[in-house]
Structure formats: structure tokens, C-alpha cells
């Protein structure tokens, strides 16, 4: 597969990333089995993705060490990235809500290291900034883990522009992890541009619209219980019934390019620039096939004027969380 480099100090990664939190459940009732769970990481690598998503707060815990499993035996051919930054009593501080304490950093780091069987993280992102500490002290404590060589990189997941520069200046972010997709494109105003000054990567996570994106959600889809989109906005049925135009636009697409609706989803997003690496998240070794498969697919200069005219003139309709996960996204 295509490589690209997410930074200025060398992190070289498939263009293409596997995102592993569902593994540990969040779109459904039930999480797969931990064997399933390993095959579909271990298939990733011979489909040859070396770049790695989790964080502790899946499953909690759980998702880490699933991960580590996994690629145990390729440890050295890949890249993980994980995450801190909620708080757990493990870690020092009073469980639920947000903590990136640099004492707490400094003891999460040591979970994560143990449950991923390294001796090493790729990429340490802050998961949700944390409005009580500033970022400057966040910046200073994974730069002490750098340099101990607990860490070699330092990333920052859905951070404002503001932030990513103040953090920055402490020590040099390698990626943002933010949403972007053709239905969430909010950070192209702020955040990316300030990437592209900095020469920071972008980490593209629900690159597919949490499954929206694929083309196998209509207006007639409900969701069961204990799955995140039954309390997100613009999987409501009157919301779905709208935003289905721009799943239309990405089939009539595929249709010319003999690619799944996903498929062109995820070069739209390869297109946008070279260092953007997305990391979709599935469960299911087809998906897995058909995700990788997308960074062979080759856009052409007016399919991609089209997909950017529809996307344009198309409203989405519904947030892209319920209120009380939408306040963790810093703006």
C-alpha cells in the first residue's frame, strides 16, 4: 500500500489506517469475539496496513490489549497510536470525565505500555482536551515521555486551531486526529489549514460517516440500544431521509469508477492532501478488504469537482452528537 508521512520528524504510515475501537463494541450491542477481533487486526497487516488506532478508554482497557495481542508478532512492521486522557481511578484520579494531569499522563502511559506488550507508543494523542490543564503542561508531559522513549510521537485529537499551535510550540504535534468526511467537513476552516502551516498530518477518524458513508443506512434504519447512533442526531430518521442525497452522489461516482460508495469516500478523502492518512473502523474482514482497497482507487479531476459541488450544495441535516458528547470537542 501507498505511504505517508503524518509530520516533519518521520512518521511513515500506510495511506490508509485501521481505526480498532469498534472492536470492543460502540456501534452495536455486542463486541465480537476477542479471536475474530485479532484475526481482523492481523489480516489488516498482510492487506498491509501498519498504522494502528486505539486508545484506553475502549472498552475500557480492553481494546488496548486486544490490539497488543494482535500485533505482537509484527511489532516492529507497524505503527500504534493510542490515547490518554479520561480519567480513571488507575491512573490517579477520581474515575469519569476528562483528566490530563501530567501525573496521571505520566502513570496512563505505563497501562497503555503493558497492555500493548511494547516498549513504546508511535503516536501519544490527548483524546479531548482537557479545559482544566493547559496544553502548554499537556505538551511538556509527553515530551518528557519522549523523551524517555516511552513515546516518539505526540498527537492531540479533536483540538482547535488555538490549541494545536500553543501545544505545538511545547512540543511538535506529528498528527491531529479529528472527524472529517463529506458530512462532517467542520475543521477545513480552522484546523487544517493550521496543519498544512505546521506541517502537522491530519488523522481522519469516522472517515465513513460512522457506516453512513457506505451506503448501507436509509431512512428506514433503526438502531438497537447500546449503539452510539441511536442517540446521534443525524442518524434520526427524518435526518437520514435528507442526508441520503450524498450517499447518491458518491454511488453515481463509484458507478464510473468501478468502486463501492465507501471506496470513494475514502480516496475523496486521500485526495484532499498527502498527508492525510483516515482510519476506518470495521469489524468484518469484507469491510477490511473493501477499506484498503479504496487506496488504489484514483479519482479523476472532474468526479472530484463533482463529489465537491454535491457536497457543497447538500445540508446535512442533525448534529454529529448528542449534546453532552459534543461538549468535549474543543473549539
Known amino acids: ?99 490530563s494531569d501530567p501525573a496521571s499522563i505520566r502513570r496512563a502511559v505505563e497501562g497503555s505500555l503493558r497492555r500493548l506488550r511494547t516498549d513504546h507508543i508511535d503516536l501519544y494523542y490527548q483524546h479531548r482536551v482537557d479545559p482544566g490543564i493547559p496544553i502548554e503542561d499537556v505538551a511538556g508531559a509527553v515530551k518528557e515521555l519522549i523523551d524517555a522513549g516511552k513515546v516518539a510521537h505526540f498527537g492531540l485529537s479533536e483540538a482547535a486551531a488555538e490549541t494545536v499551535r500553543r501545544a505545538h510550540a511545547v512540543q511538535p504535534v506529528t498528527a491531529v486526529q479529528s472527524e472529517y468526511s463529506l458530512w462532517w467537513r467542520d475543521r477545513e476552516d480552522d484546523v487544517i489549514p493550521v496543519l498544512e502551516e505546521l506541517g502537522i498530518g491530519l488523522v481522519p477518524y469516522s472517515p465513513l460517516g460512522k457506516g453512513f458513508l457506505t451506503g448501507t443506512i436509509d431512512a428506514s434504519t433503526t438502531f438497537p440500544a447500546g449503539d452510539l447512533r441511536a442517540s446521534i442526531p443525524r442518524f434520526q430518521q427524518d435526518a437520514l431521509a435528507a442526508n441520503v442525497a450524498l450517499v447518491e452522489v458518491l454511488n453515481d461516482v463509484a458507478a464510473q469508477a468501478d468502486a463501492t460508495s465507501a471506496q470513494i469516500a475514502l480516496a475523496w478523502l486521500l485526495a484532499q492532501h498527502p498527508w492525510i492518512v483516515p482510519i476506518p473502523g470495521t469489524k468484518r474482514l469484507a469491510r477490511l478488504e473493501e477499506n484498503t482497497a479504496a487506496a488504489a482507487v484514483q479519482l479523476t479531476a472532474d468526479q472530484l469537482d463533482a463529489i465537491h459541488a454535491a457536497a457543497d450544495r447538500i445540508v446535512i441535516v442533525g448534529a454529529r452528537y448528542p449534546e453532552h458528547l459534543d461538549r468535549l470537542t474543543n473549539r
Not at 476477542?34 to 501498519?50: F, H, K, M, P
Not at 488496548?64 to 505482537?72: F, M, S
Request: proline share 5%.
Open 1 to 99: 500500500m501507498e505511504q505517508r508521512t503524518l509530520g516533519t520528524n518521520g512518521l511513515t504510515v500506510s495511506a490508509i489506517g485501521l481505526g480498532c475501537m469498534s472492536l470492543t463494541g460502540a456501534y452495536d450491542t455486542a463486541a465480537p469475539d476477542r479471536v475474530d477481533s485479532i484475526t481482523v487486526i492481523r489480516r489488516a497487516v498482510e492487506l498491509g496496513v501498519t498504522f494502528f488506532d486505539t486508545a484506553e478508554v475502549y472498552g475500557p482497557f480492553a481494546n488496548e490489549d486486544i490490539v497488543g495481542e494482535a500485533l505482537e508478532p509484527y511489532r516492529a512492521d507497524v505503527a500504534i497510536a493510542t490515547k490518554f486522557g479520561f480519567a480513571f481511578e488507575e491512573n490517579g484520579v477520581p474515575p469519569g470525565g476528562l483528566s
